[in-house]
């Protein structure tokens, strides 16, 4: 499997744009997740799927970011409008079950600059 | 969830032990220990995970003590390439897949 696959790899746009992260997580994997990493707070949990449902979006910073996973082998984030604090590396992750017995795999993450 | 607590960075020589000790003082009873690694510009990338005593494999090992409120991090002979930032992490079953990521030690290893 060629891993968790993120794209764009980089964003660069300017405040109010609406920005759209895409992920296709590991074939066979129940789990989702959209991770947020910046300096001053550290890597961040915003939402989780499980079987495509969402799980625990209580890490979503505010309205103006939502997610998706329509299928099995698809997830968004978009933000819109976006802000320059929404500057950040957006990491996807997936697993094949529970915390407790199975890893999480990363994707490469996209950097995303809000101008 | 358990909170964790590890020193924020922790510097080395190429060909050292390193050993970085996490404190987990409300660890419950259903939860493992995960270390994962990340270096600059990727992703975190699983380690090890324990629940007691000694797991080892072929990057590191975990020492887990017998009230499990603390565990360290293990890496033998490291080389430039281990540097980066270690994570602890606690969890178990009950919560459902959630990872929380504290801050991290950040580990430099010097020629």
């Known amino acids: 499997d060629a891993g968790v696959i993120q794209s764009p790899r980089h964003e660069v746009t300017e405040m109010g744009q609406e920005v759209t992260l895409r992920c296709k997580p590991i074939s066979g994997h129940d789990y989702l997740f959209w991770y947020r990493q910046t300096m001053m707070r550290g890597l961040e949990l915003l939402i989780y799927f499980n079987n495509n449902v969402p799980i625990d979006d209580s890490g979503m910073p505010e309205d103006r970011f939502s997610a998706k996973m329509p299928n099995a082998s698809f997830s968004t984030l978009k933000i819109q409008p976006s802000e320059p604090r929404d500057s950040a590396v957006y990491f996807c992750a997936s697993s094949p079950g529970d915390f407790a017995t199975d890893t999480q795999y990363f994707g490469p993450g996209t950097r995303l600059t809000v101008l | 969830l358990a909170k964790t607590t590890q020193p924020i960075s922790m510097d080395s020589y190429e060909g050292q032990e390193v050993n970085i000790t996490c404190s987990h003082n409300?660890?419950?009873?259903?939860?493992?220990i995960t270390w994962y690694q990340q270096f600059p510009s990727q992703g975190p990338r699983f380690i090890i995970q324990g629940y007691k005593t000694k797991v080892t494999n072929e990057v590191a090992s975990l020492f887990i003590p017998a009230d499990r409120k603390s565990s360290t991090l293990s890496l033998p002979r490291v080389s430039l390439s281990d540097t980066a930032v270690y994570y602890c992490l606690v969890g178990g079953p009950n919560q459902g897949g959630k990872l929380i990521f504290g801050q991290g030690t950040e580990l430099s290893v010097k020629p």
């Open positions: 409300n660890i419950a009873t259903n939860d493992y």
